[in-house]
């Protein structure tokens, strides 16, 4: 293998690792917070997709605007999922809300095929993303250059929200204690719905760069990169944000290393990210950078 | 000050309140004393609007607050330092104070500063994760935390429950300190006899009945009370 083949599949890893990091920090923090895994986050990126499509074929709108309404639609439907399918369950077991989740993912998958139809749709060129540069003799897009930009942009901004802000405070105290969290004057539904909110919008920044990598728009879009990013934040440590980006590089860069120096293996891809599942459930079932627990009685 | 009528209260279909009359004139301390299960918790979580109560009144200077929200009685100046302290353990010590302060909008600095007057182990240890402190320090916070939303009556739950001796007279001392400044409490206590010694008035709650009631020294001197509260001389004799 030439360096440049190297070079070229490096930044492919870290750029794959960067999409799967941005849809991770939704699962590990709507996790953080309800304990619960949003199995519809897969599908909210993959509707961010089709918005997307809307905007700048159906609508032709400038993709800068697109990108905008993609942002407003996306977190709108992620606030409306919110409302109907969880938060009726607030008070209801675990294994009711999950189920919920489920369904909600069968529903949005099923309603996408039914209203856009199985057929692959292409995603807009933005050509801005699309251009292809060339650096040290490797040539790139700019999508899979400014992705891990994007990536560590989005991390520290969630990191700043979670941790320097009032409601960055509420949701860090809501995550620890529902109740003694409502005895403070938090408005524990305000706070989850800020949650859902970053992680629909983070869903909807990976969707565009996503569709400018891969440009082909099915309803089924977000079941793979949805099962893997739910992975990468178990690796990371479930509820752990930097973890989640964290898993979702590790993840990102198996993946394409496992295509460039196992070719043969390359009908494997999806496989590595469960087989490093059962590792981490069976090693180090909390992840990486895994929630320590401190609970005193 | 607050003044409950009837109060009448269903836990996981059992009725754990069954009708009391509880009033909390302002600037006292008010202490409700009973076993485990009499509906002492109950009533204070009905209080602080997390349990819906089926049946009464609980008016809170002439309003009715029951059926009110938990951030709106907040809002009205009632906190409650629930049972077991939760403190936010993964939040520092300064965090703990200043959520306890969420809504208000101003006086936080100096309500952190009248905290760790109150409570100076909280600011030597303010940059430290709450999880850490020690059962005490962990209480002492959770106090200081119910004061930042600057309470008119602070209520609290078994607040030297799995405290050594030496720190539940400390915690005595801050109760009646806190009810100096101005503040008026409403106490549940298995340790009847501090509780009462505290109290202005008293209350005997036995499965989910007020059964006697009086001034703190008056519970004191009360037989039943002495032999079912205060651990007396001439204690039962139990047959196994």
């Known amino acids: 293998m030439t360096l440049e083949t190297f070079l070229q599949q490096l930044a492919n890893g870290i750029s794959?690792?960067?999409?799967?990091?941005l849809i991770a920090i939704g699962y590990t923090m709507v996790y953080g917070i309800l304990r619960l895994i949003n199995f519809a986050h897969g599908d909210i990126f993959m509707m961010a997709a089709y918005f997307m499509v809307f905007g700048m074929v159906n609508f032709s709108l400038p993709w800068y605007i697109s990108i905008i309404i993609v942002l407003i639609a996306t977190i709108a439907l992620g606030v409306l999922l919110e409302r109907v399918a969880y938060k009726p369950l607030r008070d209801a077991p675990r294994m009711s809300i999950m189920i919920s989740a489920i369904g909600a993912s069968f529903l949005l998958e099923n309603l996408a095929t039914y209203l856009f139809t199985g057929v692959p749709k292409g995603f807009p060129d933005i050509t801005f993303l699309t251009n292809s540069v060339t650096i040290a003799g490797v040539s790139l897009s700019v999508a899979t250059i400014i992705t891990p930009v994007v990536t560590i942009v989005c991390l520290f901004l969630v990191l700043f929200i979670t941790n320097k802000t009032k409601i960055g405070m509420a949701m860090r105290a809501v995550s620890k204690d529902f109740e003694t969290a409502r005895l403070m004057g938090i408005k524990i539904n305000r706070v989850i719905s800020t949650t859902f909110i970053i992680g629909s919008s983070l869903a909807a920044v990976g969707a565009v760069l996503w569709g400018s990598k891969y440009p082909s728009i099915i309803?089924?879009?977000?079941?793979?990169?949805?099962?893997?990013?739910?992975?990468?934040?178990?690796?990371?440590?479930?509820?752990?944000t930097t973890g989640a980006v964290l898993g979702g590089f590790i993840l990102g860069m198996a993946e394409i290393m496992l295509v460039t120096f196992l070719p043969a293996l390359t009908g494997y891809r999806d496989a590595i990210a469960f087989i490093i599942l059962i590792v981490v459930l069976l090693v180090k079932p909390t992840g990486l950078l895994g929630e320590k627990v401190t609970d005193k009685v | 000050m607050l003044k409950i009528r009837d109060l009448q209260v269903n836990y996981g279909g059992i009725s754990a309140v069954k009708g009391i009359n509880i009033d909390v004139p302002e600037k006292s301390i008010v202490t409700l004393i009973g076993a485990n299960g009499a509906g002492k918790s109950t009533t204070l979580r009905s209080i602080a609007g997390l349990v819906k109560p089926k049946f009464g009144s609980i008016e809170f200077m002439g309003q009715n607050i029951l059926g009110m929200d938990p951030t709106e009685i907040v809002a009205?100046?009632?906190t409650l330092v629930p049972e077991g302290r939760r403190i936010f353990g993964n939040l520092t010590v300064l965090e703990n104070l200043k959520i306890g302060a969420y809504l208000q909008k101003s006086g936080i600095e100096e309500g952190i500063e009248k905290v760790y007057e109150l409570f100076p182990r909280l600011k030597?240890?303010?940059?430290?994760?709450?999880?850490?402190?020690?059962?005490?320090?962990?209480?002492?916070?959770a106090v200081?935390?119910?004061?930042?939303?600057?309470?008119?009556?602070?209520?609290?739950?078994?607040?030297?429950?799995?405290?050594?001796?030496?720190?539940?007279?400390?915690?005595?001392?801050?109760?009646?300190?806190?009810?100096?400044?101005?503040?008026?409490?409403?106490?549940?206590?298995?340790?009847?006899?501090?509780?009462?010694?505290?109290?202005?008035k008293a209350y005997v709650l036995e499965t989910g009945?007020?059964?006697?009631?009086?001034?703190?020294?008056?519970?004191?001197?009360?037989?039943?009370?002495?032999?079912?509260?205060l651990g007396s001389k001439h204690t039962k004799e139990i047959n196994i």
């Open chain 1, 219 to 240: 309803p089924l879009m977000g079941v793979m990169p949805g099962l893997k990013c739910f992975i990468a934040a178990v690796l990371g440590g479930i509820g752990n």
């Open chain 2, 76 to 78: 009205k100046g009632i």
């Open chain 1, 16 to 21: 794959l690792g960067s999409l799967y990091s």
């Open chain 2, 124 to 141: 030597e240890r303010s940059w430290q994760y709450a999880g850490t402190l020690s059962g005490g320090e962990q209480q002492m916070l």
């Open chain 2, 144 to 200: 200081g935390r119910a004061l930042m939303a600057k309470p008119k009556l602070i209520m609290m739950d078994e607040p030297s429950l799995g405290l050594a001796p030496l720190i539940v007279n400390g915690i005595f001392d801050i109760i009646k300190e806190i009810n100096k400044q101005g503040v008026t409490i409403l106490l549940i206590e298995q340790n009847a006899n501090k509780a009462l010694k505290v109290a202005d």
């Open chain 2, 209 to 229: 009945t007020i059964t006697i009631e009086g001034t703190g020294q008056e519970l004191l001197k009360d037989q039943r009370v002495k032999d079912a509260y």
